[in-house]
């Protein structure tokens, strides 16, 4: 049984909840005024589901290629916008990232998963601004319609969300899709700009812009599960 687990407190968490990370590791959300030795009691009561979460993990993980399993990548490949970055790390006391040439990412203090984590996200987010932004901003000229703000966020369940205002939230994890099904994703946000819902006419839409987005569907299905663990925590 383990007593070693990453305690977060949610102002708005109505019970105490586990969840156990692609690194193995546990995390408890509690409400705010949860006693430590109420969750402690929680946690031991649940060893038993904590460890078959555990072992599911190991088997789904067992069957994934190794890359996806790092934590701390050599490379991030990048297929939707065809880069490949050489990821490097440097050991300070300063967590922080910077570019050392066009291709080369350098990580300072990032020795934690989790902080490793956030770097490379921030990273994400640069070249996503940089690279796949643009693309929106063509995509919706072309098919003349008008995003507003273009949010890049790493959520775990979504690759992207549009608003009543028309504002745009996308996954930065769509730049480690292929390009036909990342293009897919932005398309499909586009098409909620006309249509805020999942009707007939706005699928209709959707195959207006990406005639092959039933393929695309499933190639994104297939790839939201072999996402690498460096991203998804
Ligand atoms: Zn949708």
């Not at 156990?20 to 546990?26: E, G, H, T």
């Not at 770097?119 to 932004?133: I, P």
Request: proline residues 7%; charged residues 30%.
């Amino acid at each position: 049984m383990s007593k070693d687990f990453q305690l977060r407190r949610h102002r708005r968490a109505r019970r105490v909840t586990l969840r156990v990370k692609p690194d193995a590791s546990l995390v408890v959300t509690a409400p705010p005024r949860v006693p430590e030795r109420v969750i402690r009691d929680f946690v031991a009561d649940r060893a038993g589901w904590i460890e078959s979460a555990r072992e599911r993990l190991r088997a789904v993980q067992g069957r994934r290629p190794e890359h996806l399993n790092a934590t701390h990548p050599g490379r991030l490949e990048l297929p939707a916008i065809d880069r490949v970055l050489v990821i490097r790390y440097e050991q300070g006391d300063r967590l922080r990232w910077r570019a050392r040439g066009p291709e080369t990412i350098e990580l300072t203090g990032a020795e934690h998963p989790d902080d490793a984590r956030a770097l490379l996200v921030d990273v994400l987010k640069a070249m996503a601004r940089g690279s796949l932004e643009p693309r929106v901003r063509e995509f919706a000229e072309t098919h003349d319609v008008h995003p507003g703000r273009i949010t890049w966020r790493n959520p775990n369940t979504r690759w992207g969300s549009c608003s009543s205002n028309g504002n745009l939230s996308l996954s930065v994890r769509l730049l480690l899709l292929e390009r036909p099904v990342a293009d897919y994703v932005l398309l499909h946000e586009l098409a909620h700009l006309e249509h805020p819902n999942h009707s007939k006419a706005f699928w209709a839409k959707v195959e207006a812009m990406c005639p092959d987005y039933r393929l695309r569907e499933r190639e994104l299905k297939a790839a939201s599960r072999a996402m690498p663990v460096w991203v998804t925590g």
